[in-house]
């Protein structure tokens, strides 16, 4: 024993609270958004009150709050399936792609099997064709990314308009429905196979059950469970988690096949519950707006929930704005991208100065 | 001739995704992916339709439409380098922005026509049989496109200047070691990558379709993102890869014009599959000839 006196220097890190700074970047990019995007609308010689009044006042409308929630539906598989890749560091850009392909292998055995099965059970195989189908696209791109080093953010992309061909050639095609008009489709799926709906004559249907299922699994599985403990490792700090002796590979690649599987039910629950027929152009950017809600959200399960009714919400409105004030319905990409920007700007800041 | 149909319809259609990769080049090399690149295309590509419909002038149309992508593009490096902003998801976001602006402001010009560039024979280089009808039966554009291949190869590997932005984005602080500032270097390279993708997206409206329509690019800003790493970061190499997208796009239409019947949609999808064959292939060489600090943005986790 040696009674040298060690000074240890105090370099306990310092624990920031910067969940008021975060509060305030969604503050000024919620208030601020509308604002640029309103002095755009103006440019354009259309009144930015009447347009925000119009998108209010067409949300207060319980039909359109219907429509609301069964669009946030596929955006919140849409934006967890971006969320969950990127707990592990991966950037998932390939919603809109596993979108397709869900909804494409969700067709494919509802085509066969919608005259000779029971509804419910044609309903249960969809949703598991749905998802291995979207599982098995992502997982191409992390196979990509294990064996030959293909970034991820790269393949993905990629493989979204290799997924819309695959769907435009079937249905262009071999599944095209021979009694219909106008623009190529698929055969509609039968009545007893789509998506049960809440109120007769709505539009609600049963894919927010599952979208909220996939929410509560999510969140408690990155919450509770040793698997979300060890992506969050690897996310922060892929080294630190191959010397602690975790196996980052099949890690990486389980993140992006439950990214895929929730896209691929995002694809199932448009597909069954609002469309119930492939055609061109069905997924309206859900896969990109849903990597939208992820990064609104910090890729935090039950933020994305709340990003992806935002998103709906201001989605609902640009039709609103087609109808009432002429400015076609892609318009409102400009006011998500302004909100984004703000909030993809304002949160890093702080962390720069290193 | 097919073959001489298709590789000229491969010049005139890849010229648009080579001015995109050209510019995507120049802003690697310094260090930043901009995958706002189709953004960038898009707003190159209205801007430059309507100030031809609005003055008749196609070269107008060019000027704005390479400032009009330089504009994206100062959003995105603003945002990345003033802000610290995610790289890959500011681009995305810089693509949304360029495609909503684009579709709002557009409407009013779907439909309008144009004065557009015409084709220039080249005299006496256009009579060579081949070579003459493929490469030398353009419009301007084109040519000026074999110009600026070779010029900012010299100026990226034979200038100082070139040093500058290659140090930008290999090691930028030894950069600011020798008293330039990255950053000023990163703003400078990004807004000049949006100036020529500007220009890309102003060849396809007023020079390739003629037209303007919403989405017009169709993914080709994305391609000439992936043309960079398949062509090494190399400006010439680039002008190889970009042809043969372009070649894969003419040999659809070249095909069913003969009475071909088959399903379209095979060949729409093959340019994205070579260009992923093509990063499997140069998966190694691609590695180690990507930008140091450019790397860092790639690669957030190891392998394995």
Do not use: C
Request: glycine share 12%; aromatic share 8%; hydrophobic share 55%.
């Amino acid at each position: 024993m040696t009674d040298t006196q060690v000074t240890v220097p105090d370099v306990r890190p310092q624990i920031v609270d910067n969940r008021q700074k975060q509060v305030l970047g969604w503050v000024v990019a919620v208030a601020g958004a509308p604002v640029i995007f309103g002095a755009f609308v103006a440019v354009k010689g259309v009144n930015p009150f009447t347009v925000y009044a119009d998108m209010l006042t067409s949300l207060a409308d319980p039909v359109q709050g219907q429509a609301v929630l069964v669009r946030a539906a596929v955006l919140l598989l849409a934006g967890l399936a971006v969320a969950v890749p990127a707990r592990a560091g991966l950037l998932n850009v390939g919603g809109e792609g596993q979108i397709v392909i869900g909804a494409v292998s969700a067709a494919g055995v509802g085509l066969i099997a919608d005259q000779r099965l029971p509804g419910g059970l044609v309903l249960v195989l969809m949703v598991l064709a749905a998802m291995a189908g979207g599982a098995a696209w992502a997982g191409l791109a992390a196979g990509l990314r294990l064996t030959v080093k293909v970034n991820e953010a790269i393949s993905t992309l990629l493989l979204n308009f290799v997924a819309i061909d695959i769907m435009l050639g079937l249905i262009y095609d071999p599944w095209k429905d021979a009694s219909g008009f106008g623009q190529p489709s698929s055969r509609p799926l039968a009545d007893t196979a789509r998506l049960p709906l809440f109120t007769t004559g709505g539009t609600l249907n049963a894919g927010i059950v599952l979208a909220l299922l996939a929410l509560v699994g999510v969140w408690a599985a990155l919450r509770y469970t040793t698997w979300g403990f060890r992506l969050r490792v690897v996310g922060g700090n892929p080294e630190a988690a191959r010397r602690a002796g975790m196996r980052v590979g099949p890690l990486l690649l389980s993140a992006m096949l439950v990214g895929g599987a929730l896209a691929g039910l995002a694809g199932l629950v448009h597909f069954a519950g609002t469309e119930f027929k492939l055609r061109p152009g069905m997924t309206t950017n859900f896969g990109y707006i849903g990597f939208l809600a992820s990064w609104l959200a910090m890729h935090r399960p039950l933020r994305v929930g709340l990003a992806a009714v935002l998103l709906a919400a201001i989605a609902m409105g640009g039709d609103s704005l087609q109808i009432d004030a002429g400015l076609p319905a892609a318009s409102l990409n400009v006011l998500m991208a302004v909100v984004l920007l703000v909030v993809l700007g304002s949160r890093l800041a702080p962390r720069r100065k290193s | 001739m097919i073959v001489i149909e298709v590789l000229a319809g491969g010049v005139r259609g890849g010229t648009a995704i080579l001015y995109a990769a050209l510019g995507e080049t120049l802003a690697e090399r310094a260090g930043i992916i901009n995958l706002g690149t189709e953004g960038s295309m898009l707003a190159g590509a209205l801007t430059a339709y309507a100030i031809t419909a609005e003055t008749g002038s196609p070269w107008a149309g060019v000027v704005t439409g390479a400032l009009a992508g330089a504009l994206l593009a100062a959003v995105h490096v603003f945002m990345v380098v003033a802000r610290g902003a995610n790289q890959l998801a500011t681009g995305l976001v810089v693509l949304f922005l360029g495609g909503g602006l684009t579709a709002m402001f557009g409407a009013a010009y779907v439909g309008r026509s144009i004065t557009p560039f015409r084709p220039y024979a080249i005299p006496l280089l256009s009579d060579i049989p081949g070579l003459g009808p493929v490469l030398f039966d353009h419009d301007p554009l084109v040519y000026l496109s074999y110009l600026l291949a070779p010029a900012l190869w010299w100026l990226l590997f034979r200038s100082r200047w070139g040093l500058i932005v290659r140090g930008a984005g290999e090691h930028p602080a030894a950069l600011s070691a020798y008293g330039h500032s990255p950053k000023l270097v990163r703003y400078l390279a990004v807004i000049g990558g949006g100036l020529l993708t500007g220009i890309g997206g102003a060849h396809l409206s007023t020079a390739y379709a003629n037209a303007w329509f919403e989405n017009m690019t169709t993914g080709r800003g994305f391609i000439a993102v992936a043309l960079v790493i398949f062509a090494a970061w190399h400006p010439l190499r680039a002008v190889g890869g970009a042809y043969l997208f372009g070649a894969a796009l003419a040999l659809s239409p070249a095909l069913q014009a003969r009475g071909y019947g088959f399903n379209q949609f095979v060949l729409d999808a093959l340019p994205y599959l070579v260009t992923i064959a093509a990063l499997i292939v140069l998966g190694r060489r691609r590695i180690n000839a990507a930008p140091e600090d450019l790397s860092r943005v790639f690669d957030l986790t190891p392998s394995r």
